[in-house]
């Protein structure tokens, strides 16, 4: 009896260090994985900051170099008109912008022209960043900080650029007040809190607006208020893990934080912050431990059916070839299912391979099918011309396809930029042309459609900020895609309306078929509702359209309207349209690159 319990205590032990491995080897690959997952996505709330933040880099180097402002500062004294017409200028562009304050000082911080608004703005900041920022726009520099006040619940990007005149150094200032707020509002929750801190650890902006303003200590694991209140919850660790050389906190009950949170860093050098991301790892532990949970049962299961057998080996020896026999019986099920469960995820590893195949097939095929179409449609049309001794035509098709040939290449190399999130060459770009390109790629749909099409805009040149090759794609599956829309319908009508602002180029392209299902969702990858006309769509035309344009730094969006939908598309002036524009208001000023 003794040697039975030995074994059953030798199982038991068995049982739990298995399981406790096991426990630790699945958690620390799945929270491996998470922390992969959660640097991409860290990384992409970055770039969505950053991004936000160079149109007001742009904004105030612009500004800088705006020949308004230097006539201000060669006008007499006394003279208030070009002061005026300046803070006119002042205004609409804060309304443009949505920002919280521009104005123009002069080298001693004197102001020449703020914008005004409704709300009596705030004075600039506190006297020693003030000076950094003048300092860094007189030496030519950007000068940008970030100023936060709880007491007040401000946070507010600071740009500043020196304006040049005459003169070989800056001889004003333009200040650019952003107040992150706005920002922060078009941020998505995501399943992470991220903050972004300053060099003093204080929290600037967050996804989780109840963290802003916190105080992070990396050392003791704390984020809180800086003099704690009655009301501000303190996020306080009270253990601190390191496993796999991830750094794991455990923080007390909140809303916006998890009570066990992955902790994921990343330094952006170019804003002065550091960006932090608490990951949820509850899930992580529950999938862990029903994977533990079930070795330790099996172990259990094994050791309760070895005891019972180790106990009746004293009563039954004549039974024992009978259980031996059992027993390997049992050990063959259990490699067969072993086997068959191997085999079962081989499958599935090996259909998930040829889906992801599939799809990109299918995406290469949506993004080549019109320009192949067009070049066998040329090819046949050059036949017939030799053949009837039309030479010129002939050659004219010929280059066609030629063009054509070398416009797949680089639909393959965009293709492959997209997936690599590699931005192309932005350049001043005809925007007539780029439609007048599409319409001939689509027009053989079209025809078969059965649809009209109508262009709501002249023969003239219009320049934007794109790329050629890039700019005629966009088109050709927004055009495709309202072809789709309005085969079923009775009224098959797809209009291309082009019109300008102050800062952009718009084009609507809208068609008169039932709407889009779900409009906010359209731009997603993979989203698709083309079923059953066995030529179902990948969903990735117009989620590559989004990010095409976005490396133009432009806008896309989709809505629908009592009949149909309509897309628009927003593309920044051409620098040539911008020159044109510049001269009609006598300037002469080299408009300023768009890097700083």
């Not at 972004?196 to 704390?222: G, H, I, K, M, W």
């Not at 952009?504 to 809208?510: G, N, R, T």
């Not at 976005?550 to 806008?555: S, V």
Request: charged share 25%; hydrophobic share 45%; with cysteine.
């Amino acid at each position: 009896m003794r040697d039975v319990v030995t074994h059953a205590m030798l199982l038991l032990l068995l049982g739990a260090v298995s399981a406790y491995a096991a426990y630790q080897v699945h958690f620390g690959g799945a929270l491996s994985e998470r922390a992969a997952t959660s640097e991409l996505r860290l990384q992409q709330a970055v770039d969505r900051l950053l991004g936000q933040l160079d149109i007001y880099k742009v904004l105030v180097n612009e500004m800088a170099a705006n020949e308004q402002a230097s006539a201000m500062l060669r006008a007499p004294a006394g003279t208030d008109a070009a002061e005026t017409a300046l803070e006119r200028k002042l205004a609409r562009i804060r309304l443009s912008y949505g920002l919280q304050e521009i104005g123009v000082y002069d080298r001693n911080r004197n102001a020449f022209a703020i914008s005004k608004s409704i709300v009596r703005p705030r004075p600039i900041p506190d006297a020693a960043n003030t000076r950094e920022l003048f300092a860094a726009a007189l030496e030519g520099r950007l000068g940008f900080f970030i100023h936060l006040s709880p007491e007040r619940g401000e946070h507010v990007a600071y740009f500043s650029r020196g304006i040049y005149d005459s003169a070989p150094s800056p001889t004003a200032v333009v200040l650019v007040a952003v107040n992150l707020s706005d920002l922060e509002y078009n941020w998505q929750a995501g399943p992470e809190a991220v903050i972004f801190v300053t060099a003093a650890n204080r929290v600037a902006t967050s996804n989780r607006p109840s963290l802003r303003y916190r105080v992070l200590d990396e050392a003791n694991a704390r984020l809180s208020a800086s003099a704690p209140a009655a009301d501000a919850p303190q996020h306080t660790a009270t253990a601190v893990k390191t496993i796999n050389g991830h750094r794991l906190w455990k923080l007390p009950p909140s809303k916006d934080l998890p009570s066990e949170a992955l902790i994921i860093s990343q330094d952006v050098p170019r804003i002065g912050l550091k960006a932090h991301a608490f990951v949820d790892i509850k899930p992580l532990r529950r999938a862990a431990l029903s994977v533990a949970t079930f070795i330790a049962s099996v172990i259990l299961a094994i050791g309760v059916i070895a005891v019972l057998i180790a106990l009746q080996r004293r009563n039954m020896r004549r039974l024992l070839s009978l259980e031996e026999a059992a027993n390997r019986r049992l050990e063959a099920r259990v490699a067969e299912r072993t086997l068959e469960l191997q085999a079962a995820q081989d499958q599935l590893v090996q259909a998930s391979k040829m889906t992801a195949l599939g799809q990109m097939s299918a995406a290469i095929g949506h993004e080549l099918n019109q320009p192949l179409a067009a070049i066998l449609n040329f090819s046949d049309n050059g036949a017939k011309f030799l053949a009837g001794g039309r030479t010129e035509e002939a050659r004219e098709n010929f280059g066609r396809i030629s063009k054509l040939v070398a416009r797949i290449d680089r639909i393959i190399t965009n293709l492959r930029g997209f997936a690599r999130k590699e931005a192309g060459a932005v350049e001043t770009t005809d925007l007539v042309d780029a439609i007048h390109g599409a319409t001939d790629l689509v027009r053989p749909r079209l025809d078969r459609a059965g649809a009209t099409l109508i262009k709501a805009f002249g023969d003239e040149p219009i320049w934007v900020q794109a790329g050629p090759v890039r700019l005629q794609q966009i088109f050709v599956n927004l055009l495709t895609n309202a072809i789709d829309a309005v085969e079923a319908s009775n009224r098959k009508e797809i209009r291309i309306a082009v019109r300008e602002t102050d800062e952009w180029i718009v084009a609507d392209v809208s068609d008169t078929g039932g709407g889009a299902a779900e409009p906010e969702r359209v731009f997603e990858p993979f989203y698709s509702t083309k079923t059953g006309r066995g030529e179902d769509g990948t969903g990735l035309g117009l989620s590559i359209t989004f990010e095409v344009v976005r490396q133009f730094g432009g806008q896309i969006t989709c809505q629908n309207r009592e009949l149909g939908a309509v897309f628009e598309l927003r593309l920044r002036r051409g620098r040539k349209q911008r020159a044109e524009i510049a001269g009609d208001h006598q300037t002469t000023t080299r408009l300023p690159e768009a890097a700083e």
